[in-house]
């Protein structure tokens, strides 16, 4: 086919469409606003030490995304083992959690009172169940959910569970409960399935960013070109399509346009401009901005976990990566090791306006604070700010996205893929999937892209033992943090 295809966007769905549409023959740009292309799932390199912005496992439950992931990469994707804890009260649990440890740490007391909790909770579920607070508290008790969820939802999202909608519970958690993770941990896992709980995972060598970059590659090889730093400003409709887009200085006159672009901003862009109503409904819609410390360690890894989830409200930090722990590769040098502390924040408040010096000795203190890390040990710092990283599933948002929808249904060569252009809290492989289906809609199919991980379905389950991809030397552990 001869169509050209404009794709706004060069992370994991827009890189995935341009890819696809290049192979099939299509004439194909991608325009992509930052300096370096996979979004939120890049991989930063500075001084030769690689670091990921959000720890991205690579596992799904489609298989077209699993052979794209293997033809691209082939051997370079490497098969590892979940190590993860939370830290809770100077402690740290296992996670998944493990009965045996629960009550070694926190005591029987406090493990009683969560199953008291739990049971009230199944007697006399909360209804309606709208809020994620509510979602929560059916499945796992009020106790449970003051403990190892409020206070680390109020640090990531910024605002309560009893203001974000349950969809969100419902669309990555869904089939995890007090009671399933209580049978694993007394019984193990049943067939090897833990939704949720993923043990194994593909990860890149070089870290996540590889594989968006070896697209690119091969999308230029295959004749597409990629155009980075090169913002899309304009976006120009008449007769119900689309008829030019421009970016990067330029003007692009596509047959066809695929768009990752957050809803908000393609709202703004737009000439002529939609509704009143639509600019309102898109102007309500927010997101939570989010940005890593990684700090370099004189030393070894302090501990031997692929991440932390840190439940503590009296450090910033919610998430703490080893980047070590994910490859080997992601390290250059013996002797030293890299930690990523993970901040969520909202554009201009304090934590997002610090500059880059106090973000890194925040950072050090806070390492401190838990007791992982002895401040004299951190030699440098590196900060990665990303704005609009996670859409929020506030009260009104639904309304709202439906309302864009309606307007962007209108446009009949234009459509939204991945988290940001779908308002939906995709992972990278759901967010490939809705390329994938932006592309076959090209060849003659009907797909609601609207609908794609809309069932509510979460997709970490077991990687099976038997995997042909290289396997690298687990990282040697270490001590556990008590």
């Avoid at 999202?157 to 869904?174: P, S």
């Avoid at 896992?189 to 939704?195: E, H, I, L, P």
């Avoid at 990629?226 to 913002?231: F, K, L, S, Y």
Wanted: charged share 25%; proline share 6%.
């Amino acid at each position: 086919m001869s169509d050209s295809v404009a794709v706004l966007g060069a992370g994991p769905a827009g890189l995935t469409a341009g890819y696809l549409l290049a192979r099939a023959g299509h004439s194909v740009v991608v325009l992509e606003a930052d300096r370096t292309v996979g979004g939120l799932a890049r991989t930063e390199l500075r001084d030769g030490y690689r670091f990921d912005l959000g720890g991205h496992r690579f596992f799904t439950k489609s298989p077209e995304v699993e052979r794209l992931w293997h033809e691209v990469l082939g051997d370079e994707l490497l098969v590892r083992r979940r190590l993860s804890r939370i830290y809770y009260r100077d402690r740290f649990l296992n996670y998944p959690l493990d009965v045996r440890d629960v009550v070694r740490k926190l005591g029987p007391l406090e493990l009683a009172r969560a199953l008291g909790s739990y049971l009230a909770a199944a007697v006399r579920p909360q209804r309606p169940e709208e809020t994620f607070e509510q979602w929560m508290c059916n499945r796992f008790g009020r106790r449970l959910y003051e403990m190892f969820f409020a206070a680390y939802t109020e640090k990531v999202w910024g605002v309560g569970g009893h203001e974000l909608r349950a969809e969100w519970a419902a669309q990555r958690i869904r089939g995890l409960s007090f009671a399933s993770a209580a049978r694993a941990a007394i019984f193990g896992a049943q067939n090897g399935q833990v939704r949720s709980l993923v043990e194994r995972f593909h990860y890149p060598r070089l870290g996540p960013g590889q594989m968006w970059e070896t697209m690119r590659s091969e999308l230029e090889a295959a004749g597409g070109e990629v155009h980075t730093g090169a913002p899309v400003t304009a976006i120009s409709v008449a007769g119900g399509r689309v008829t030019e887009v421009r970016a990067g200085g330029r003007a692009f006159h596509p047959d066809h346009v695929i768009s990752s672009i957050p809803l908000p901003t393609i709202a703004r862009m737009t000439l002529p401009a939609p509704g009143r109503a639509v600019l309102e409904a898109a102007a309500g819609l927010r997101h939570r901005e989010f940005l890593t410390v990684a700090l370099v360690l004189d030393g070894p890894d302090p501990f031997p976990d692929n991440w932390l989830y840190v439940h503590d409200p009296g450090v910033r930090v919610a998430r703490i990566q080893n980047f070590r722990a994910w490859s080997p590769w992601m390290v250059p040098e013996d002797g030293r090791s890299c930690l990523g502390l993970e901040y969520f924040c909202f554009a201009g408040d304090e934590v997002w306006s610090m500059p880059d010096s106090a973000l890194v000795a925040l950072a050090s203190g806070e390492l401190a604070r838990i007791g992982l890390v002895d401040p004299s040990r951190v030699e440098r710092g590196y900060v990665v700010r990303v704005p609009k990283a996670y859409p929020i599933y506030d009260t009104d948002y639904q309304r709202r996205v439906v309302q864009i929808r309606e307007w962007l249904d209108s446009i009949d060569n234009l459509q939204q893929v991945g988290r940001n252009g779908l308002h939906r809290y995709n992972n990278s492989d759901h967010s490939m999937l809705t390329a994938i289906r932006a592309v076959e809609n090209l060849h003659g199919a009907a797909h609601d892209l609207w609908s794609v991980n809309a069932d509510s379905w979460y997709h970490e389950t077991q990687v099976p033992d038997e995997h042909p991809y290289r396997q690298v030397p687990e990282v040697p552990a270490v001590e556990a943090l008590t």
